[in-house]
């Protein structure tokens, strides 16, 4: 089993290093007492979903064995599902979702929907494993804000067929009753027991791009059911959508009452992920369930107030809400009854392992009682009294789980929602969406499992680096022309995040959930992720080389963060302007002028703005949106994070050879006509004399050199950005983010050649005592997260120091080329001038490399 993890700040494997899993025929895997051998079209697979963004999926095979599709069970396996000749199902169904067989049986794994609603759409994340009924947890923007609590993989696979999604079913045929519960793990496959599995439930996981199914076929109960999901696309609201079929695949009529939705939902609070996880209980205090109508139809989970030991009270608002409704072929549906009362659906039995209260009334008897939701977590599950199904017939439970900031907005949802074919529209669109965004990737090979894996490593780098998306097409002339020819036409990369996920627990994930939605990102895994953007998207231009060499500091490091771009329009006139141009009323346009002269936006903050400003605009938002950017100037920002890794400009020579393969004209213009800015962050790096220690060795017999608390916040540095700050919102602005002239004057500027030579003349100064490795004096070493130590072994890297000589080598190539001065920072001559006396003075004294190195290095 290949397994490919990332640390905190990531790195993708090359197709090389992939190329093992799929050369060979036939890979031979030992186990004690057998031999199993993969095809080389299983090694492909897990090839695929290791550096896929299906997260750390593996395919297992040999030891644990599927148990094979018997005849009794074939007749309610669906046509999507094709069965081999050995009575196994094969990889992939006829919509090239990836087919995990009795996947609750199988060892763990964790993965995700890639929280992707569309460029006007708002966003939901939402991460699955192979246990219950898949989705482990989901929620809003963080893992702060959750409507199911977010959980380390490891307790996630525990505690997801508890609190996660349940479906409890009780029914009625041929005059005997009973009661299941669908995906229970009280029923779930051993695949090692010699023991006849096949009076148990058959389960299989469809693992697709932008959604995942689970199914059970229930041959002792003749019922199948499938449970579908994925993150609501193109709306103005954010959910998750989950879409519940049960078919009677008996012999003769059934009656059933069912009981389907969530266990645990957490409420509006503010951030709660820390209170969760230590004062849950004290937590429970706030927590309510209100109604935004009439009955239990629409159930608003909020806190009365944030919670908070402090002077100042806040009133909480927004709420989570669950709208659920029995889907009809012809004509629009009627809300479902939520039962949001835990007790009423599980009694006294507080692990939630058996539906006590199910069992002792029916759901007719549970919706006739008074419902509790105040101090307490509380439940969401759609209630479906009594249907009769005949043979082959199927009932389906659609559900909502999403956010508004005011109750009143959720009847309005819930109008929308409940349109017939909604639904399934929207399902469908989820999917061609992904393979929208994939397009231009598409390849048509005789493999087609190749062909899927060129996709999803595309989405993968995607979220990732984001995609670029081209604005201020305002006129043809924009419209043909990349972002270096036309100052009108910018680069906004949508759908980027940090890669935060179960398994990576440790990294903290950011989505925004609005229009354009985005998050910040790591520097390595967005750079990396860009190198090929303007090859997909020449329109670009050099607009990723300029933005990553303007993150370049005066001391030739980067911050660690990398947010979205941001706009400002600097003439106040041009604002009102276009705000007269694009709203119907005189007070929209007054407010969206004094929007657009406040500072600087992007665009998902723009439109959440004239959201809930109540702005009122009569442009599309497309053409508005356009004419907006095109009269704005962009700026990159970022943020410092924490240290300065050793590798973040390893990746600059990367991006610029690929411009050049499009734009081979453009070189000179490039490094020679451009001015960037000098990135300024409140981390200086401590000289030697304060950051080297001299401590105990581990055995305690001598004494070692080490470099601990390698940078330091700098109060001057502090001092000279807080002058930055507003009188009047105490925000800094975004000018304090850049390298100044002496005195607070106007952002210091260098052309991209002249940062490039500044980077190649301090790296070069910065190797160890023995002029090899490029010294790791930032307190950070390269991507490989195994070498954290090796910065407080006073280490140094190698692989920085072959960057370094394709760095100089480039930057000698186009100072030959096209003859110009190199204008460099005066500061930066002087330090030239003391590297080049040293290394005089180095000469002079006949020193001679020796052929053996004396000391371990």
Excluded: C
């Amino acid at each position: 089993m290949q397994s490919y993890q990332n640390g905190p700040e990531g790195g993708t494997k090359s197709a090389n290093e992939v190329a093992p899993l799929i050369e060979d025929d036939y890979t031979e895997f030992h186990a004690p007492g057998r031999q199993v051998f993969l095809s080389s079209s299983v090694k492909l697979v897990l090839g695929i979903l290791a550096i896929s963004g299906i997260g750390t999926l593996a395919l297992i095979t040999g030891n644990f064995r599927n148990a094979p599709i018997i005849d009794q069970n074939a007749s309610i396996v669906p046509k999507d599902v094709e069965v081999s000749s050995d009575g196994t199902l094969k990889l992939f169904d006829a919509a090239d979702r990836y087919v995990l067989e009795d996947y609750d049986a199988k060892p763990t794994f964790s993965s995700f929907l890639p929280a992707v609603a569309g460029v006007y759409g708002k966003p939901v994340w939402s991460f699955y494993v192979n246990r219950g009924q898949g989705v482990a947890s989901f929620g809003f923007v963080s893992k702060d804000y959750p409507i199911l609590e977010f959980n380390a993989a490891n307790k996630a696979y525990q505690l997801t067929p508890y609190i996660g999604f349940r479906t409890f079913v009780k029914g009625t045929r041929d005059g005997k009753e009973f009661i299941t519960e669908p995906f229970s793990p009280a029923t779930t496959r051993d695949l090692d027991s010699t023991d006849d599995q096949d009076t148990l439930p058959k389960r299989i996981m469809f693992v697709g791009a932008n959604e995942f199914e689970i199914r059970e076929m229930d041959a002792a109960h003749g019922l199948t059911t499938s449970v579908k999901y994925i993150v609501l696309p193109e709306e103005t609201f954010g959910a998750l959508v989950r879409r519940t079929n049960i078919t009677n695949t008996g012999k003769s009529p059934v009656t059933l009452s069912v009981l389907d939705g969530l266990a645990q939902v957490e409420p509006v609070g503010g951030a709660i992920d820390w209170a969760l996880k230590n004062m849950g209980r004290t937590l429970e205090g706030w927590m309510g369930v209100y109604q935004a109508g009439e009955g239990t139809t629409m159930p608003y989970y909020r806190m009365s107030t944030e919670p908070g030991d402090a002077a100042s009270v806040k009133i909480e608002l927004a709420g989570h809400y669950v709208l659920s409704f029995l889907e009809e072929s012809d004509s629009n549906s009627t809300l479902l009854p939520i039962v949001y009362d835990s007790n009423a659906v599980f009694g006294r039995d507080t692990t939630l392992l058996e539906p006590d209260g199910l069992k002792s009334s029916s759901v007719s008897d549970i919706l006739s009682r008074p419902q509790y939701g105040q101090a307490r977590t509380s439940s969401a599950f759609a209630t479906v009294e009594e249907i009769t199904l005949q043979p082959g017939e199927s009932l389906s439970i659609a559900s909502f789980y999403g956010k508004t900031d005011h109750i009143e907005e959720v009847e309005p949802i819930a109008n929308h929602i409940i349109r017939m074919g909604y639904v399934e529209e929207k399902f469908q669109l989820a999917r061609d969406m992904i393979n929208e965004l994939t397009s231009s990737v598409e390849t048509n090979t005789t493999n087609h499992l190749f062909d899927g894996a060129v996709k999803q490593m595309f989405l993968d780098n995607s979220l990732r680096g984001g995609i670029p998306m081209i604005l201020g097409d305002v006129d043809a002339s924009a419209k043909y022309s990349n972002y270096d020819e036309d100052e009108r036409v910018k680069v906004f990369h949508v759908f980027s995040r940090i890669h935060g996920d179960l398994e990576r627990d440790y990294n903290a994930f950011y989505i925004d959930d609005t229009y354009f939605s985005q998050g910040q990102g790591n520097f390595r895994d967005v750079a990396q992720n860009r190198r090929d953007d303007v090859t997909f998207t020449p329109r670009i231009g050099s607009f990723d080389v300029q933005m990553f060499l303007a993150f370049i500091q005066a001391d030739a490091y980067e911050p660690l963060t990398v947010e979205a771009v941001i706009y400002f329009i600097n003439d106040k006139n041009v604002a009102a302007q276009i705000a007269a141009e694009s709203t119907g009323d005189p007070k929209s346009a007054e407010v969206l002028t004094n929007v657009l002269n406040g500072g600087p936006f992007r665009p998902g903050q723009l439109f959440q703005l004239i959201d809930s400003l109540g702005i009122i605009i009569t442009t599309p938002k497309e053409q508005f949106i356009d004419k907006i950017v095109s009269a704005s100037t962009d700026l990159p920002m970022a943020t410092f994070g924490q240290g300065y890794w050793g590798d973040h400009w390893d990746y600059y020579i990367d991006l610029i050879n690929s411009y050049l393969a499009i734009y081979p004209d453009g070189e000179e213009t490039l490094m020679y006509d451009r001015e960037l800015r000098y990135f300024f962050s409140t981390a200086t790096v401590k000289p030697r004399s304060e950051k080297y220690v001299l401590t105990l060795t581990f055995d305690g017999k001598s004494y070692h050199v080490l470099q601990l608390d390698a940078t330091e916040f700098d109060t001057d540095k502090e001092a000279e950005q807080d002058r930055f700050r507003s009188k009047k919102t105490g925000i800094v602005s975004f000018d304090a983010s850049w390298q100044r002239t002496k005195d607070g004057g106007s952002a210091f500027t260098s052309s991209p050649i002249a940062k490039l030579f500044l980077l190649g003349s301090i790296k070069f100064a910065t190797r160890d005592a023995y002029g090899m490795g490029i010294e790791y004096e930032g307190g950070r070493p390269g991507w490989n997260d195994a070498m954290n130590g090796l910065p407080g072994m006073v280490g140094s890297g190698m692989p920085e120091t072959f960057e370094l000589h394709q760095l100089l080598t480039y930057v000698k190539r186009v100072v030959d080329t096209y003859g110009r001065p190199v204008v460099v920072p005066a500061e930066l001559g002087e330090m030239i001038t003391s590297v080049n006396d040293a290394l005089d003075e180095l000469e002079a004294s006949g020193f001679v490399e020796p052929e053996e190195l004396t000391f371990d290095v």
